[in-house]
């Protein structure tokens, strides 16, 4: 039987990326209504802009530093050598699929923050902002080499309020991670597993600007 602390499963993390590449594509929407919608106020542009620029210096930041690390007892989800999250495999409450790119406690919002959304967001959430990732994931399975799209291409791993997404980039990952829970949480199935919904988070940095020297 594998040794998972000798040879652990690593997965290079790409759920960083969506966010970034959502906002790219919304750029040029964003210049063509600064200069040709005589209606659109600076300042909102100019707020757009920022949390352009904000998705993308975290997509600087976090690019190719991110890794998902399934070893005997515990799941590690690391920026470079330090530990954003960790959860023991005996603790391990639940194991869901999603398509979210959700992938870390601090991105949930408030119970507030969720009602002002519902309200005013939501009915629109799937067509501004669902639907997109879903195609942006659907090209990077389809361009990424060995992958096989599935909708839901995530596995999400809870403990409490603690959570990692693993998102395998290639069929073989998948199939490996999908082994690993059938060897060390047999009840756990990731074809099997539930669907995870949460309309509701937003992109966090995890990384301060001293931890990044």
């Known amino acids: 039987m594998r040794d998972y602390d000798k040879n652990p499963i690593i997965i290079k993390d790409y759920n960083y990326i969506f966010f970034p590449l959502y906002h790219l594509l919304a750029?040029?929407?964003?210049?063509?209504?600064?200069?040709?919608?005589?209606?659109?106020?600076?300042?909102?542009?100019?707020?757009?802009?920022a949390v352009i620029y904000g998705n993308m210096?975290?997509?600087?930041?976090?690019?190719?530093?991110?890794?998902?690390?399934?070893?005997?007892?515990?799941?590690?989800?690391?920026?470079?050598?330090?530990?954003?999250?960790?959860?023991?495999?005996?603790?391990?409450?639940?194991?869901?699929?999603?398509?979210?790119?959700?992938?870390?406690?601090?991105?949930?919002?408030?119970?507030?923050?969720?009602?002002?959304?519902?309200?005013?967001?939501?009915?629109?959430?799937?067509?501004l902002w669902y639907l997109p990732i879903i195609i942006i994931k659907f090209f990077f399975h389809l361009f990424k080499r060995g992958s096989k799209y599935r909708f839901f291409d995530a596995i999400i791993v809870f403990n409490g309020d603690k959570f990692i997404n693993i998102l395998p980039a290639t069929e073989y990952e998948y199939q490996e991670v999908r082994k690993y829970f059938m060897i060390k949480?047999?009840?756990?199935?990731?074809?099997?597993?539930?669907?995870?919904w949460d309309n509701y988070y937003q992109f966090q940095e995890l990384i301060s600007d001293k931890e990044l020297l």
């Open 27 to 49: 750029m040029p929407m964003l210049v063509y209504a600064l200069f040709y919608v005589p209606k659109a106020s600076p300042i909102a542009c100019g707020l757009a802009a």
């Open 57 to 127: 210096r975290i997509f600087f930041r976090a690019f190719d530093k991110r890794t998902i690390v399934l070893s005997n007892n515990s799941i590690k989800f690391l920026h470079k050598d330090k530990v954003l999250e960790k959860i023991n495999l005996d603790e391990v409450a639940s194991i869901n699929r999603t398509f979210f790119i959700i992938y870390h406690k601090s991105q949930l919002v408030s119970e507030t923050v969720k009602k002002i959304q519902k309200i005013f967001f939501l009915p629109l959430a799937w067509l």
């Open 185 to 196: 949480k047999p009840i756990f199935d990731t074809e099997q597993a539930k669907v995870f």
